[in-house]
């Protein structure tokens, strides 16, 4: 069992910056962050795994940078020339294996949610 709680949400206009943050409570092998609007499928947006490897999606390669902290259980996700399509419910995900399509693997542990909105 692993307990997530994501921070950092917030509203900004087009062309911003924002940092998003998630404490673990214990150590995983994989974190994750996830989004979704409604109507829209949930997806993958940055993944990190403990031997640094990372998965980003198209839509946010060269724009979003995600980190982690294996002392400290922490995750972040540094967005910058934020757009009004990544408007979303972002969460923080936890997972002890690892596959590059899934973002983690499918043992998933799941933050509640910090919400972004990038609007003018």
């Known amino acids: 069992q692993v307990q997530l709680v994501e921070s950092g949400g917030g509203s900004v206009q087009p062309g911003g910056s924002l940092r998003l943050s998630c404490v673990a409570s214990?150590?995983?092998?994989?974190m994750a962050w996830f989004r979704q609007t409604p109507g829209k499928e949930r997806e993958g947006v940055a993944a990190?795994?403990?031997?640094?490897?990372?998965k980003y999606a198209d839509s946010v390669q060269g724009r979003f940078t995600i980190s982690r902290d294996i002392a400290k259980n922490t995750l972040v996700l540094e967005m910058n020339s934020l757009k009004a399509e990544d408007t979303a419910m972002f969460y923080c995900?936890?997972?002890?294996?690892?596959?590059?399509?899934?973002?983690?693997?499918?043992?998933?542990?799941w933050g509640q949610g910090t919400q972004v909105t990038v609007s003018s």
């Open positions: 995900v936890a997972s002890n294996t690892w596959l590059t399509n899934l973002y983690c693997g499918d043992d998933k542990y």
């Open positions: 214990k150590y995983t092998y994989c």
């Open positions: 990190i795994a403990r031997d640094g490897r990372t």
